[in-house]
């Protein structure tokens, strides 16, 4: 089976709001990770990405937090907006051991 | 200039036939996969090649072969087609096998009919 997984497929989020995408992840020897945000009839594009020595890493309006105790992987998007609307995909990988293995994905809805 | 490249984005044949997808990088990379995408949005590798030399090829039926003339190209060539090969084949490549990240094409959408 796979080792990263989501289990909620849809987020719907207020314009304006924050919105918070979980990942969960099974293989703790994973030392890095990343997000991807997918619009409809486009491929993945890189978002964030944090290695397994960091628990918290920003960018512009987002934020990956990792949680390595509980395997658990998080994207936060501040001050969501109608461009945010995409799929969003956790991966793992074990740095020169393994490609990336992606989650299902969720997918978020911003409600103008 | 696109990144990684792939053609054509749209495909459709009928069972049985064959046909390929061609994929090029300008981003220098030494490393190209195939994924690909069912109507779920999983996300899941066929083939990997790094500096031309295939270094992962998952549990996908021999009729898909991979052929990498040269580290910036990787093309998908699809033989005998079925219904269940419709998906979306996306071409990506990496700097190199080392937990880098993987920057994607805009995927080619098969359908099989």
């Known amino acids: 089976g796979e080792s990263v997984g989501l289990h909620l497929p849809t987020l719907s989020v207020q314009e304006g709001d924050n919105s918070i995408i979980n990942c969960a992840y099974s293989n703790s020897a994973s030392d890095y990770f990343i997000w991807y945000k997918q619009e409809s009839g486009k491929g993945p594009q890189f978002i964030i990405d944090i290695r397994s020595n960091m628990d918290k890493r920003q960018g512009q309006r987002v934020t990956v937090l990792l949680n390595k105790t509980v395997k658990h992987l998080s994207l936060q998007i501040a001050a969501t907006q109608p461009g945010d609307s995409a799929v969003y995909f956790c991966a793992e990988s074990i740095t020169g051991n393994t490609p990336l293995v992606f989650g299902k994905g969720t997918r978020l809805s911003v409600i103008a | 200039d696109t990144a990684v490249s792939q053609t054509p984005k749209y495909l459709v044949t009928q069972m049985g036939n064959d046909k390929s997808i061609k994929c090029e990088q300008n981003?220098?990379?030494?490393?190209m996969y195939w994924y690909k995408q069912d109507s779920k949005k999983f996300l899941k590798i066929m083939f990997s090649?790094?500096?031309?030399?295939?270094?992962i090829n998952e549990t996908v039926p021999n009729r898909f072969s991979p052929k990498s003339p040269d580290k910036a190209h990787l093309n998908l060539h699809i033989n005998s087609l079925e219904l269940g090969d419709s998906a979306v084949y996306f071409c990506?490549?990496?700097?190199?096998?080392?937990?880098?990240?993987?920057?994607f094409g805009e995927g080619s959408w098969l359908t099989v009919v």
């Open positions: 990506a490549s990496s700097q190199d096998y080392s937990g880098n990240t993987i920057y």
């Open positions: 981003l220098g990379h030494d490393t």
């Open positions: 090649y790094n500096n031309k030399e295939l270094i």
